[in-house]
């Protein structure tokens, strides 16, 4: 599977999960709801069934008592009643009736309760009354008036040998106040209904109740109510088949509901999957350009975003390990970029990066910061001691000559080590130490590692104080300038001399030229200083007509558009002809700014100026240089002459030099001779001229002056 598809499933399941979960939710939530809302609904439901059979049954007691009232308060009834009985009267009267549905059961009882007719169900009953209603008949007769004059019905559910009846009496008394009857209490008129199957039936019809049932009292049942007479005595329980429309409700709704939901699922699905798809695609999109916008499109590596992001990560996180960074800065790679095109470069690029990333090799994190510029960052125990060896491999490795497309490049490198300490350090922090231990490195002379520590720091400092005081120097046009001679090498007649920067003796301290004229090109002082050099240089050096004056120009003055102006206005201001001047370069020129260093040159050359290649053979400026840039004259640089006399690889360099320097008619000049030796063995490599502590140091105006009026008052030989 595709991590593209993993991911999506997983974005999938992000979305679609808590969708499922909520689509669950309210399931449960909805069945809950019907649930309580069906449950009340269902007990409405029976209290009004409860209501309905009370009902019922009240409605039962109403009508009887209605028809006990129309037969028990009546004149006729009075008359039958107190006195001798007339039973085909009471049957036709009342015993009929009992055949009838409204009441199955009668009887006539003196106020003493004993029965004087009695008839069920159309014929005469024998049971007495007393047995048929029980403990009810004492009740009944208790509850009515004990006057006459009062006529009043008493009704109640009573239980009978025939099961639950309603029952109403009321004594027999006229209408009319003529009819008189004895002066004691009343006969009572008893008249009873059974509440029979048949009765329920019609109860059930007539109010809604299903299946509305009557039991004795204690007898197990669903849904029980107690039917009590009017005294509130439980007579009989009714039970009836509950309806449950909230469940039913329940149902459809639930079906609805629950239709509803899984509809919407059904649709939330696909979306969310839609939806991660989008998502996912927006996310691989966003990832993309993350990634861009934290790798090296050239060597695809991270780049220093990522270096960065790295960096305050581990800083903050692993508070106790080691921590090591290492900067790697090229020496040489411009010049490969600019010799020959810059896919070549691009290339070069490529290769050293798949170079380190196979020395790194997942010990450390390796990013490109741009340019010829590498990072590698070492985390955990031992960083510091790794990320030394990891330097000296990078230095081996850099070193060999690189095969680019079938052109040979040689490069170096300088690599700076920083280190967190004990003390909490910020990311741009250590990426300053590591940067300074790197310039320290390229200061030392390239192709080495230097770690960083505090004195560098110090340095650092000093540089700001010593760049103060040169801006002052400048500022008040006040600086020193040494002069070397430099002799013809058969005659040893001073040809020339090489203005050389002094500190001056004013100031506190004592600077060698390498460390302000370094100072003054980091601080922007180079320029100025340059000018200054050259206006005392000439000013003091007019005066010797024959003499050449060299003077050194930084590769940074390049970047000065009024370099050759300015070269050409302080000569003529201090009166020193242009043909005398030489202009001395190192191949740094060459390798930081190639077009602007032929211009340069060639203006140069246009008014008359000797330029001369300066340290030549320290560095990587080979044989081609000279081809490109047509230099009037070649100095060899001091480490050549220093071995000439033991190496005879060397004495071979030199002869090759010479050679080419004379095809292209230029001058050679050895610098730094120290002995005769030295000095006899760089005249027979080929050298027309010479210069060093041999023939003497760097000195004052006057002490030149001196050198010259010695050398006029004694010619000096010819050597063979
Ligand atoms: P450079 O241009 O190569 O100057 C020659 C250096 O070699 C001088 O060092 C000189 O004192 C030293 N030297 C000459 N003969 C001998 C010798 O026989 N033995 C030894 N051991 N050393 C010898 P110095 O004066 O310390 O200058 C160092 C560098 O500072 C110069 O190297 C040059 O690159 C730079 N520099 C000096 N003055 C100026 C200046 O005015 N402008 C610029 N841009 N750079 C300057
Ligand atoms: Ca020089
Ligand atoms: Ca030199």
């Not at 991590?3 to 939530?29: D, H, N, S, V």
């Not at 919407?264 to 969310?272: A, E, F, Q, R």
């Not at 031992?382 to 990078?394: L, P, V, W």
């Not at 001395?584 to 602007?596: D, G, S, W, Y």
């Amino acid at each position: 599977m595709t991590r593209t598809k993993q991911r999506e499933i997983k974005l999938f399941f992000l979305i679609a999960l808590p969708l499922a979960i909520a689509a669950l939710g309210m399931l449960w939530t909805t069945s809950r709801m019907l649930d309580g809302v069906s449950e009340s609904v269902d007990r409405q439901e029976q209290s009004r069934t409860w209501q309905a059979v009370r009902s019922a049954f009240a409605s039962a007691e109403e009508r009887l008592t209605g028809t006990v009232t129309d037969n028990a308060h009546w004149d006729d009834a009075a008359k039958q009643s107190y006195g001798p009985i007339d039973n085909k009267w009471m049957y036709d009267a009342w015993g009929v009736g009992t055949a009838d549905i409204n009441y199955d059961t009668i009887y006539v009882v003196d106020p003493q309760g004993n029965d004087i007719v009695s008839y069920r169900n159309g014929e005469k009953f024998t049971l007495p009354s007393r047995d048929y209603f029980g403990d009810a008949l004492r009740q009944t007769l208790g509850s009515l008036p004990n006057d006459n004059s009062t006529f009043a019905v008493i009704t109640t559910l009573v239980n009978t040998p025939n099961g639950l009846a309603v029952m109403a009496a009321a004594p027999i008394l006229p209408t009319n106040g003529d009819i008189k009857i004895p002066a004691a209490r009343a006969n009572v008129l008893i008249l009873a209904s059974s509440i029979t199957a048949d009765a329920l039936a019609r109860m059930s019809r007539q109010y809604i109740v299903d299946g509305l049932s009557v039991s004795p009292l204690g007898t197990s049942a669903a849904t029980a109510y107690l039917l009590r007479d009017r005294w509130g005595n439980p007579v009989a329980q009714a039970s009836w088949k509950a309806r449950h429309p909230g469940d039913a409700a329940r149902k459809s709704y639930r079906f609805s509901a629950f239709a509803t939901i899984l509809a919407l699922i059904g649709v939330m699905l696909p979306i969310s999957f839609v939806h991660a798809r989008a998502i996912s695609k927006m996310g691989r999109e966003e990832e993309r350009s993350r990634i861009a916008a934290r790798h090296d499109s050239l060597s695809g590596l991270p780049n220093r975003v990522f270096l960065l992001e790295e960096l305050t990560k581990q800083l903050g996180s692993a508070k106790t390990s080691e921590l090591a960074l290492i900067f790697v800065d090229l020496d040489g790679f411009k010049a490969v970029n600019d010799a020959y095109d810059h896919e070549t470069g691009d290339n070069l690029i490529r290769a050293v990066a798949a170079g380190l990333s196979s020395l790194v090799k997942g010990q450390g994190l390796l990013a490109r910061l741009g340019g010829d510029e590498f990072a590698i960052l070492f985390g955990g125990r031992d960083a510091s001691s790794r990320a030394e060896t990891m330097a000296t491999n990078i230095l081996t490795f850099v070193k060999e000559p690189f095969n680019i497309d079938g052109r040979i490049a040689c490069i170096g490198a300088s690599v700076g080590i920083a280190e967190r300490g004990d003390e909490p350090l910020e990311p741009s922090e250590l990426m300053r130490r590591a940067d300074i231990a790197m310039y320290d490195a390229k200061d030392g002379g390239r192709n080495r590692w230097r770690r960083f520590d505090a004195t560098l720091d110090l340095k650092r400092s000093e540089d700001v104080s010593i760049a103060g005081e040169l801006r002052a120097f400048v500022a008040r046009g006040e600086f020193e300038v040494a002069y070397q001679p430099m002799v013809d090498a058969r005659t040893r007649a001073i040809i020339g001399v090489e203005a050389l920067a002094r500190w001056p003796k004013s100031s506190q301290r004592n600077l060698p030229p390498d460390r302000f004229i370094h100072v003054a090109e980091e601080h922007g002082l180079i320029d100025d200083l340059g000018a200054l050099i050259l206006q005392i240089a000439c000013r003091e050096m007019s005066q010797w007509q024959e003499l050449k004056l060299a003077v050194n120009i930084s590769p940074l003055q390049l970047n000065n558009h009024n370099l050759v102006p300015d070269i050409k206005r302080i000569a003529g201001e201090n009166g020193l002809p242009l043909e005398r001047l030489e202009v001395e370069f190192t191949e740094t020129v060459l390798i930081k700014n190639p077009r602007r260093a032929k211009q340069v040159i060639q203006e140069l050359q246009g008014c008359g100026v000797t330029v001369a290649l300066d340290d030549f053979g320290t560095g990587y400026a080979s044989v081609g240089y000279l081809r490109e840039y047509a230099f009037d004259k070649i100095k060899l640089d001091r480490s050549l002459t220093q071995v000439i006399a033991t190496n005879t690889a060397t004495q071979q360099v030199v002869q090759g030099t010479v050679l080419i320097a004379k095809g292209l008619s230029a001058d050679i000049i050895a610098e730094g001779v120290e002995t005769e030796e030295e000095a006899q063995l760089m005249r027979l490599a080929g050298c027309q001229q010479l210069q060093g502590y041999y023939f003497g140091r760097p000195e004052a105006v006057a002490t030149i002056g001196t050198m010259l009026d010695h050398e006029t008052a004694e010619p000096a030989k010819v050597m063979a």
